[in-house]
Every structure is written in C-alpha cells, then in structure tokens.
C-alpha cells in the first residue's frame, strides 16, 4: 500500500509538472502571435509602402543595392527574401535543437532577436525604406525559427492523448493575445489626434508595442520550459546539407511525408485566403479600409472559440476526421465568398466569422497530429520542414489567384479559383493511414486519433 501511495504522489508530482510546463508553452503564442497579427497583417505593409513610395523616384522605383524596385513591391519582396533566410535557418536551428537538447537557449535567442526588430520598427519613419525593409526580414526569419523550437516542444510536454487540446489551447491563446492588442492598437490608430500623436507616430507605436510584447511575454516559456538531455549525435551539419539530409530521413517515413504533403497542399489555401481576402473585399467588393479591419479582428476573436471547439471535436471523433471536416467546410466559405454581393459589409463579416471557427482549429489539430509523426528525438528537426511547408512554400495559392484574375479580370473566379486547394488537400489527408504511420514513426497510437 505505501508504494502504491508513493506511486501516485510521483505520478502526481509529474502530472503537475506537465500542466505547469504546459501553460508556460501557451504563452509562446501569447507572446509572438501579436507579430503575426498587428504587425504582419494590419500595419506594416500598408505602413513600408507608404515609407518606400515616399522616397522613390519619379518613376515610383526605389533602389535598393542598385536595383530598380517599384515601391508597391517593396514590402512583398521583403517578405519572400525572409522566406528564402526563414528556409536556411529553420533545418540549421532544428538540428542543432536535437543534437543538444538545449533547445531553450536557441528558443530564446530568435525570439529576442525578432522582437527586438520589431521593436526597432518605431524608427521606421522618412525616407527609411531599407530600415524597414531589414528589420521585416530579421523579424519575420526569427519568428519562424521561433516557431520551429516551439511546436518541438509539444511532443514532449504532452502525451499523445492531450495533445489535440494542448495544441489548440496555445492557438487560442495567439488569437486572444492578437484580439486584445489588436483592439488597443485600433483604438490609438483610429483616435490618434485625441492623443495626440499624428497618424505616423501611432503606427509606429503600433508596430514597436507588438515587439515589446513579444519580448517580455517569452520570459514566461523560457522560466517554465525545460531542456532535455540527448544522447551525443554526430557532428553538425550546416545549411542546405542539413535540409537535404532532413529531407532524406523523411523518405524513410513515407507516411510522415505523405501527411506532410498533404498540410502542404491545403495550407497554402488556408494561406492564400488569409492573404488575400482584403484584397477581394477592397477591390471586387468595393469595402473600406475601416470594415476589412473589424473583419481581421473577428476572425480573430472567433479563432479562439474555433480552436477550443475544434480541440474538442477532435477529442470525440479524433484529429483527422476533425481536420477533413475543416477542409470541406473550407470549401462551403469560398464557394459562398464567390456570391457575397458588392457593398454589403454585413455578409462579409459572416464570411469572416466562418473562416475565424475553423482557421485556429485546422492549423492547431494539424500541428497536434504531426506531432504524432515525427520519430522520438528528432521533434524540432522535423518541425523544422513542418514549418517550411507553413512559412516557406506558400507561393502556389499566390500564383494561381493572380493567374486566375489574369486571365479572367475577376476576383471572384480568383478566390473560388482556391477551392482546388482544399478539395486535394481532402484527399490526400484522407488517404494517410494515421495509425500505421504513428506506428511507423516509433510512437504510441492513441485510442482516437
């Protein structure tokens, strides 16, 4: 009986330990999702355009190292060339995460990195394009290898039967974190004379609070998260050697590959309509600049809601039957999207609402079940091609949305363009055999999965 007893006080020793650690991981997403969110999504771009146009020449050309830039390109080159540094980075960082076990430190170092360029943002003012440019780089390359060591982490804070909920909880707290400051920075940006700050100023504001906030949440995860020791690998291996030799391992999990290509294929949907719905609601629905806002924020608001509830359907039917269902309900929105009226804000804010109840969802339980896939101490080398199939290849849904519009001269042909994405992503994910390839991986299957 006393051993009995001092088992169960271990065990619930170790439980406490867990949710501890847990709640910590949360706060990861608390921390940087405001990047995503204020920065990424709602100021900067239109912000460095504005910076970039204003020191262009007559012709409305920057030129950065000598090279001819149009200025309304400015922000998105910046973006793709911190894409191509995020895709040499992420492999390097993982790798060196598993070799030695020391994944805190590395965690720390691209989150203060990136905050810290976010922060550097408030001089972004004048004719400082190339400053901006620069920081958007830094910031955008760190939060990506930020999110690597990350996910890593969830493999080991949370066996396989918590997992759907452990990762939907931490999208949710991204969403409220984003939600909250996002709803400050509306009120600063909007009522700037009453504070008396000009429209430059608050906006600047904007962007370095979304950094200060980034950095001084991650104190959290880095006091509660905790390194595990690993046993000594072999000599590292640096660059794009270390990506093939990542890509190579995986061949030899082709299930894991085959889920992978699958989050590939419609998360680039997921990407593109992220992207360019403000695009379809300012040009083929004719909305201002002051409803596409609001919309950002609901679909914020309700993505928490939607993690949660998600999490819990997938807790009763499992994680891939729950994403399936995502994915269809996907297709529903873009379709409808296709027959939203012009001028009517109302039926764009209930368009928003049903992306918001299933975007945390599908991108957390994606994450969740992956985690199931990835062999034991390889967790932040594999979630390092995770993250590049998430950050790094989101080009092809771009691609056909502006090709669409080319030839058709319409966005909605463009964005019901988009369904192919969801549809293919539906049947690749439909034909992973999940439970052989968690077995295949060398992990538990749970019960439901």
């Keep these: 009986m006393g051993s009995d007893t001092v088992r169960a006080g271990r065990a619930g020793d170790e439980a406490a330990d867990r949710r501890r650690e847990q709640r910590g991981w949360y706060f990861y997403d608390w921390a940087c999702s405001v990047y995503s969110t204020s920065v990424l999504t709602v100021f900067l771009g239109p912000y460095l355009t504005a910076v970039a146009e204003s020191a262009a020449d007559p012709h409305g050309f920057v030129h950065p190292l000598g090279i001819p830039v149009r200025a309304g390109s400015f922000f998105a080159y910046c973006v793709s060339a911190s894409v191509i540094v995020a895709i040499v980075l992420m492999p390097m960082a993982g790798a060196a995460a598993d070799r030695t076990g020391r994944k805190k430190p590395l965690l720390a170092a691209a989150a203060?990195?990136?905050?810290g360029a976010t922060t550097g943002l408030f001089f972004l003012d004048g004719h400082r394009y190339l400053l901006g440019g620069l920081l958007l780089v830094v910031a955008n390359a760190s939060v990506a290898v930020s999110m690597v060591l990350y996910n890593s982490?969830?493999?080991q804070i949370a066996p396989p039967e918590e997992r759907d909920a452990v990762s939907s909880r931490g999208w949710a707290f991204g969403y409220a974190a984003g939600s909250?400051?996002?709803?400050a920075n509306l009120v600063l940006f909007t009522a700037h004379d009453s504070f008396g700050v000009s429209e430059s100023m608050a906006v600047r504001i904007c962007l370095a609070s979304a950094g200060l906030w980034w950095g001084v949440f991650t104190l959290v995860p880095l006091k509660r998260l905790r390194d595990r020791r690993t046993a000594p690998a072999a000599a590292p291996v640096h660059g794009w050697r270390q990506l093939a030799a990542t890509v190579r391992d995986m061949r030899g999990k082709p299930l894991t590959l085959s889920f992978l290509l699958a989050y590939l294929v419609y998360n680039d949907g997921i990407q593109t309509v992220i992207s360019q719905a403000s695009v379809y609601g300012s040009r083929e629905l004719g909305l201002s600049q002051s409803t596409l806002i609001t919309a950002v924020l609901m679909v914020q608001v309700l993505?928490?809601?939607?993690?949660?509830?998600?999490?819990?359907l997938a807790h009763r039917y499992g994680a891939k039957r729950t994403i399936l269902g995502s994915l269809a309900a996907w297709a529903v929105i873009l379709a409808a999207g296709y027959?939203?009226?012009?001028?009517?804000?109302?039926?764009?804010f209930v368009l928003a609402a049903g992306i918001g109840l299933v975007l945390g969802g599908s991108q957390a339980l994606s994450r969740s079940l992956f985690s199931h896939l990835v062999?034991?101490?390889?967790?932040?080398?594999?979630?390092?091609?995770?993250?590049?199939?998430?950050?790094?290849?989101?080009w092809l849904?771009?691609?056909l949305f502006g090709i669409t519009y080319q030839l058709t001269g319409s966005y909605r042909d463009a964005i019901i363009s988009l369904v192919a994405f969801f549809a293919i992503g539906f049947v690749l994910l439909a034909r992973v055999p999940v439970r052989r390839a968690i077995s295949d991986a060398g992990n538990p299957v749970p019960e439901r999965i």
């Design 375 to 394: 062999p034991p101490g390889k967790e932040a080398e594999y979630f390092s091609a995770y993250e590049m199939s998430d950050r790094g290849m989101s």
């Design 153 to 155: 982490y969830l493999p």
């Design 397 to 399: 849904g771009p691609l």
């Design 303 to 312: 993505a928490v809601a939607g993690a949660l509830g998600m999490g819990r």
């Design 112 to 115: 203060y990195v990136g905050a």
């Design 339 to 348: 027959f939203l009226p012009a001028g009517a804000p109302m039926w764009f």
């Design 180 to 183: 909250l400051v996002l709803v």
